[in-house]
């Protein structure tokens, strides 16, 4: 039985979060809820699940960290999805950007 692929719930945070991590950032996970995902500064609410579920991320080792805390990175299989995704992102129209930044 195939498993059900996980929806995106907000498209724009999701360009976003690839194309931060394709520039080299990393995820940082300090809990399992919504919103305990720290990109750049900045609270990831939904793309990380996603990412995730689809493969997009490998985990990193992070000396002298918490226990508690996870850092992740765009795996090798994210590397080019995140190219793709991030140049057809800014192929659209900033109209039709705008809206998705609006509808999710």
Excluded: K
């Amino acid at each position: 039985m195939n498993q059900p692929q996980p929806i995106i719930a907000d498209r724009g945070e999701f360009v976003d979060v690839l194309n931060r991590l394709r520039r080299g950032h990393l995820l940082v996970q300090c809990g399992d809820g919504a919103g305990c995902c720290v990109l750049d500064g900045a609270v990831v609410y939904h793309a990380a699940p996603t990412l995730l579920a689809y493969g997009l991320l490998d985990p990193v080792q992070t000396p002298g960290m918490a226990p508690h805390m996870r850092c992740w990175r765009l795996s090798d299989r994210g590397r080019p999805f995140a190219e793709r995704v991030w140049r057809e992102w800014r192929r659209q129209p900033l109209w039709r950007r705008l809206a998705v930044r609006v509808t999710g």
